[in-house]
């Protein structure tokens, strides 16, 4: 089960703070999140293994974890994991789908003030997450929570935009459909703002392959589970589901239409190893 304690002396960040703003988009999203956002290829494990020290006896933090996609591929390998997440309604979907790995905690908190005690995580990561925090602050927490030679890791599944027809056509109904799609994708996986969060430190860059296919209401779902789209009540809502259908039916092959990603990998330290490797 997770540790209650742990959220309650933790309580979330007031509405209307800066913490909990962007995160706030997702409040209305979290069914769709849950059911139809992309996991993580197994094959990140193995890489965390063989460049972070990643062991089954490594305590992870996973920072922005939401709804529970990154720890899960985490606690499944037998970490201890602490979920920071600020949205309740996000928190809770992972509780329900995860509170049953002794190995998971629930933490009620924004990235940039976690409360985990210093010194006490050899791995934090952030999943799909990174592009909302407060760099000069979250590195200040992260130096603070993180062991000597602690190891830090970025991820994001980037969707590709130009390898399939599908995908040209996906990305252009989003661009004329989308609420701040150009700004939000923009920030995503951005290296100048990787490189930021790393500094003074340097950091190593991976691609893994990641794909999910879908039907015809998996399409309209996945859509939705992103924050810049038009939701119901929204005068862009009806078009966009109509063109959505549309689109489906002239890609679609088997009652499938697939998306693939570049899952994004950015590791390096969060502080001076106290040996050499």
């Known amino acids: 089960m997770y540790d209650k304690s ?32 992309p996991g993580y290829p197994p094959e990140l494990l193995a890489l965390l293994g063989a460049r972070c020290r ?7 933090a996973d920072i922005g974890s939401g709804t529970g996609l990154f720890t899960r591929l985490l606690v499944e390998n037998g970490n201890l994991v602490y ?6 309604e996000m928190r809770r979907a992972a509780e329900g789908a995860l509170g049953g790995f002794a190995r998971f905690r ?24 990174a592009h909302w925090f407060d760099i000069p602050r979250v590195k200040r927490e992260f130096r603070r929570i993180a062991k000597p030679g602690g190891r830090l890791v970025l991820v994001w599944n980037k969707r590709r935009t130009d390898s399939t027809a599908f995908l040209r056509d996906y ?3 989003l661009e004329r459909r989308g609420t701040d799609y150009t700004e939000i994708s923009a920030s995503q996986g951005d290296e100048d703002r990787v490189r930021e969060i790393f500094a003074p430190a340097g950091f190593e860059r991976h691609t893994l392959d ?3 296919q879908f039907d015809c209401d998996g399409l309209i779902g996945r859509t939705l589970s992103s924050s810049y789209t038009p939701q119901p009540g929204h005068p862009g809502y009806e078009p966009m589901i109509g063109e959505l ?16 990603y570049d899952t994004r990998v950015f590791l390096g330290r969060m502080t001076p190893s106290p040996q050499r490797d």
């Open 6 to 37: 742990v959220t309650e002396r933790n309580p979330p960040a007031q509405p209307g703070t800066n913490a909990l703003e962007p995160t706030a988009r997702f409040s209305s999203r979290v069914g769709h999140y849950v059911r139809w956002r």
């Open 54 to 60: 990643l062991t089954r006896d490594s305590v992870v």
């Open 83 to 88: 979920a920071v997440e600020p949205n309740a």
């Open 106 to 129: 629930s933490v009620a908190a924004p990235a940039e003030a976690t409360g985990l005690p210093a010194h006490s995580i050899d791995l934090i990561g952030a999943a799909q997450a």
């Open 171 to 173: 990305e252009a109904l």
């Open 210 to 212: 990641n794909t999910q």
């Open 245 to 260: 259908r549309e689109m489906f039916a002239r890609h679609q092959e088997g009652g499938r239409v697939s998306f693939e």
